[in-house]
């Protein structure tokens, strides 16, 4: 369910992305006709919904359980975070290399409508673009880390920001030390003079230390999910089996005494 879901999801920040390139496009009133306008409109089109999909490549195997099957594969478990993680900023990235085309065709077509286009694009624009992206997905990340359940991980995706931003029009601390907005924008606006400590602090609050939040047990390297057992089921060394498989193959021991007229141990 969960990966027909992440499907649909990356059609719809495909649609969605494309969707707002379309603004500018047609109404070039309300929009600077520049190179890195409509490269920060792709930005913000592609934080929408791109997150939710880095949300579910996090919570997908603890909402349908098959996380018992990996951590049993692998118990080592910041080996599985740091490949979901690998796997997280691959789709930033690809996320980020899509809205890169997408911007090039609504600069194709304003300039087919005969529009001047200023062409500002600069290397340290292509980068905050890059790092605004990979930001919004990380945040999504560290929040399905913490929370390990796909409702709770979206819905908070959505409200936690909204909740910092209502707060921070009451409160300049929160605004532009906490709150994703204006830090945030002020990377996508490769406007780092003199605000490098506040994109920091909220970086590191929405990226960094929210996966600390969760359960330590997820830092363990040695500790295997589950005990080791003999075929029989019972705790021992050697030959041991999957979880699933424990009740059939004690039945099948049982059985097995049984009709040797044995009792079983």
């Given at each position: 369910?969960?990966?027909?879901?992440?499907?649909?999801?990356?059609?719809?920040?495909?649609?969605?992305?494309?969707?707002?390139?379309?603004?500018?496009?047609?109404?070039?009133?309300?929009?600077?006709?520049?190179?890195?306008?409509?490269?920060?409109?792709?930005?913000?089109?592609?934080?929408?919904?791109?997150?939710?999909?880095?949300?579910?490549?996090?919570?997908?195997?603890?909402?349908?359980?098959?996380?018992m099957i990996t951590f049993t594969q692998e118990p080592r478990r910041i080996r599985v975070l740091n490949a979901k993680l690998a796997v997280s900023l691959v789709l930033g990235g690809g996320g980020a290399v899509f809205g890169g085309v997408v911007t090039a065709a609504g600069l194709g077509l304003a300039a087919a409508s005969g529009?001047?286009?200023?062409?500002?694009?600069?290397v340290g624009a292509i980068t905050s673009y890059l790092l605004y992206v990979l930001l919004n997905?990380?945040?999504?990340?560290?929040?399905?880390?913490?929370?390990?359940?796909?409702?709770?991980?979206?819905?908070?995706?959505?409200?936690?920001?909204?909740?910092?931003?209502?707060l921070g029009t009451a409160s300049t601390l929160v605004s532009e030390w906490i709150d994703m907005s204006t830090p945030w924008n002020w990377v996508l606006e490769n406007d780092w003079g003199g605000h490098v400590p506040q994109i920091s602090v909220s970086v590191l609050f929405w990226v960094v230390r929210?996966?600390?939040?969760?359960?330590?047990?997820?830092?363990?390297s040695s500790k295997p999910l589950f005990r080791s057992r003999t075929p029989t089921g019972r705790p021992g060394g050697g030959g041991s089996?999957?979880?699933?498989?424990?009740?059939?193959?004690?039945?099948?021991?049982s059985g097995a005494c049984i009709s040797r007229g044995q009792a079983p141990v």
């Open positions: 369910t969960d990966t027909r879901a992440a499907r649909w999801l990356l059609a719809l920040v495909a649609l969605s992305t494309a969707g707002i390139m379309l603004v500018p496009a047609l109404v070039p009133t309300s929009f600077d006709q520049t190179y890195v306008s409509y490269l920060r409109v792709a930005a913000l089109g592609l934080s929408i919904l791109l997150p939710v999909v880095a949300i579910l490549v996090f919570t997908g195997e603890w909402s349908q359980r098959s996380v529009r001047a286009l200023e062409a500002n694009l600069s997905v990380l945040a999504a990340v560290a929040l399905g880390a913490l929370l390990q359940n796909s409702a709770a991980a979206i819905s908070a995706s959505f409200a936690l920001p909204a909740a910092f931003a209502l929210t996966p600390f939040l969760a359960h330590p047990t997820s830092s363990r089996l999957p979880h699933w498989q424990m009740g059939a193959s004690q039945d099948h021991y």
